[in-house]
């Protein structure tokens, strides 16, 4: 028998990834809201990564990432970075 997750995480976006996603082309941000309102409900897709000595989370999403934290006390996603993937981890 397979148990849904029935908690929902709510996502908080920040400014400088709020400011990346408004300059990636319209085609591809259409799919990155998308896949972070899907985090809201599994945070750890099948696409996910964590991330080595850190406490983030990416996602992959075609050339894109989107670098998150998750909080499990207060069941909050926070994405930090959304950039293409030659330049997402120097910015995070």
Same mark, same amino acid.
Do not use: G
């Given at each position: 028998?397979? &148990?849904?997750?029935?908690?929902?995480?709510?996502?908080a976006i920040s400014k400088n990834a709020? +400011? #990346?996603?408004?300059?990636?082309? +319209?085609?591809?941000?259409? +799919?990155? !809201? #998308?896949? !972070?309102k899907e985090l809201s409900f599994n945070?750890?897709?099948?696409? #996910?990564?964590?991330? %080595?000595? =850190?406490?983030?989370?990416?996602?992959? !999403?075609?050339?894109?990432?989107?670098?998150?934290?998750?909080?499990?006390?207060?069941? %909050?996603? #926070?994405?930090? &970075?959304?950039?293409? =993937? =030659?330049?997402?981890?120097?910015?995070?």
């Amino acid at each position: 028998m397979r &148990v849904a997750n029935l908690m929902k995480y709510k996502i908080a976006i920040s400014k400088n990834a709020q +400011k #990346s996603l408004a300059k990636i082309p +319209k085609v591809f941000q259409q +799919k990155i !809201i #998308s896949s !972070i309102k899907e985090l809201s409900f599994n945070p750890h897709p099948q696409n #996910s990564k964590k991330l %080595t000595n =850190r406490l983030a989370w990416r996602i992959r !999403i075609n050339n894109y990432r989107a670098i998150y934290e998750i909080d499990e006390e207060i069941l %909050t996603i #926070s994405i930090i &970075v959304i950039s293409h =993937r =030659r330049n997402v981890y120097q910015k995070c």
